[in-house]
């Protein structure tokens, strides 16, 4: 297959997905190498404000992802978000698995209810929690990013139980912490935000470390 863009006559080896509002904004595009590098330029250098319905959260900057590249040839994939009500922008690798989760995800699929990460945010709901957001909130000491799923009490529930058990009646305390965070891929956390609807944050901590060595995003 050869490259989409215009004229171009190089075999196309990146599949690229642009992003808007998490939905896709065309059906992906297939690149050669160099297309595929300006593409990935272009966003770069582009400093426009993404707007979103909501852009604040009390906790930290909100993102939303903007591209997806996935390169055959090098078997490298990516993903860039940009920060809603302003230009500050977070990217990460990607596993060729990963990749195919999140193109679904942005797909409109009925389908899409009964995934692991759907089913892992109404267990939580069923036991008396809700997903609240996802965050990058740290880098690990070998360099990469780490982010967490958040889940707290739903305030209508209280975080314990009585029970009941044989002949004996026994109440049973469970208690239960307000607040509890997961460890989770940013890959996958990035899916499950997209997928639950809920707020993908990046701490100002981590950005703060962008701006000073300029990997992993623009700040
Ligand atoms: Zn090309």
Not at 47 to 75: C, H, M, W
């Amino acid at each position: 297959m050869k490259c989409s863009s215009t004229e171009c006559t190089q075999d196309a080896v990146v599949r690229a997905i642009e992003v808007r509002n998490n939905r896709l904004l065309n059906n992906g595009e297939t690149l050669c190498e160099e297309h595929a590098d300006k593409l990935w330029e272009f966003h770069l250098a582009d400093y426009r404000i993404r707007e979103g319905s909501i852009t604040k959260s009390d906790v930290a900057p909100r993102f939303e992802l903007e591209l997806i590249l996935a390169d055959q040839k090098n078997q490298a994939n990516k993903v860039l978000l940009r920060e809603l009500g302003n230009n500050r922008l977070m990217f990460f690798p990607i596993g060729y698995l990963e990749f195919c989760v999140l193109a679904a995800a942005l797909q409109e699929s009925p389908y899409n209810e009964w995934t692991l990460h759907v089913a892992l945010a109404k267990a939580v709901k069923d036991f008396g929690g809700e997903l609240c957001h996802v965050i990058i909130d740290d880098f690990h000491p070998e360099g990469y990013i780490t982010a967490k799923a958040v889940f707290r009490d739903r305030k209508d529930l209280v975080g314990f139980y009585v029970g009941q058990e044989c002949d004996t009646a026994r109440a049973v305390l469970r208690h239960c912490p307000e607040i509890v965070a997961v460890q989770i891929r940013p890959s996958d956390g990035l899916a499950l935000g997209i997928l639950t609807g809920v707020p993908f944050l990046v701490a100002e901590k981590v950005l703060a470390r962008i701006k000073e060595t300029g990997q992993f995003g623009r700040a």
